[in-house]
């Protein structure tokens, strides 16, 4: 049992490059996010997926697209990447809404730390 | 969403006791109080959940008066490694299955030997 991971670990691009941020949880969650975390700063969220198929923008979407592949796996993609968008980015699972979950727990992956140049 | 209020720091030495304190003034009727901890280079890691009254587990216990709109962690006997921020969220689940809560900045616990 992983958990949630994430890959990869560190990643640089310059300034108008992609790049897919890939998400995995084998704990059967229905519930998956991304968050942010900008130096000395809390974490903000992205966007995040109730259920398969579905997705909804958080607090800082722009410049962001995701895609909720199946129940396990949720991608963050950065299309064209800014220097503002240098950060820690880190992918959330919860149960909640699972039947009978009554838990708020979030379970977070690893983090993948991104420099953009 | 419920805006959460932590001080920005603390200090304790080990082996004390430790109280963070979250204000939450527009904490709503379906929302429950969570609390996270966070190492340097890590993700968030959950500590304790509840909606009122007292909450205990072996790491931690959850204060909540009545009108809810404080909770306090208290940590006891704090060592070394308890050195990390501290996040105080509010939230609950929405129509959509969406668990609507937001990370602060969170208070940062500095332990001193």
């Known amino acids: 049992n992983a958990g949630v991971t994430q890959t990869p670990k560190f990643q640089v691009l310059k300034t108008g490059q992609s790049m897919t941020l890939q998400c995995a949880q084998d704990m059967n969650h229905n519930s998956m996010y991304w968050y942010r975390q900008d130096p000395g700063m809390g974490l903000r969220l992205i966007y995040y997926?109730?259920?398969?198929?579905?997705?909804d923008k958080g607090e800082v979407p722009n410049g962001y697209n995701v895609s909720r592949l199946n129940k396990r796996e949720f991608s963050l993609r950065l299309e064209s990447a800014a220097p503002s968008q240098t950060s820690v980015y880190f992918c959330?699972?919860?149960?909640?809404?699972?039947?009978?979950?009554?838990?708020?727990?979030?379970?977070f992956g690893p983090g993948t730390r991104l420099t953009v140049t | 969403l419920a805006k959460t209020t932590q001080p920005i720091s603390m200090d304790s030495y080990e082996g004390q006791e430790v109280n963070i304190t979250c204000s939450h003034n527009?904490?709503?009727?379906?929302?429950?109080i969570t609390w996270y901890q966070q190492f340097p280079s890590q993700g968030p890691r959950f500590i304790i959940q509840g909606y009122k009254t007292k909450v205990t587990n072996e790491v931690a216990s959850l204060f909540i008066p009545a009108d809810r709109k404080s909770s306090t962690l208290s940590l006891p006997r704090v060592s070394l490694s308890d050195t990390a921020v501290y996040y105080c969220l509010v939230g609950g689940i929405n129509s959509g299955g969406y668990q609507k809560v937001t990370f602060g900045t969170g208070t940062k616990l500095q332990v001193i030997p």
């Open positions: 959330a699972s919860s149960g909640a809404g699972l039947a009978g979950d009554l838990s708020y727990e979030q379970y």
């Open positions: 997926s109730a259920s398969e198929g579905t997705t």
């Open positions: 527009n904490i709503a009727t379906n929302d429950y």
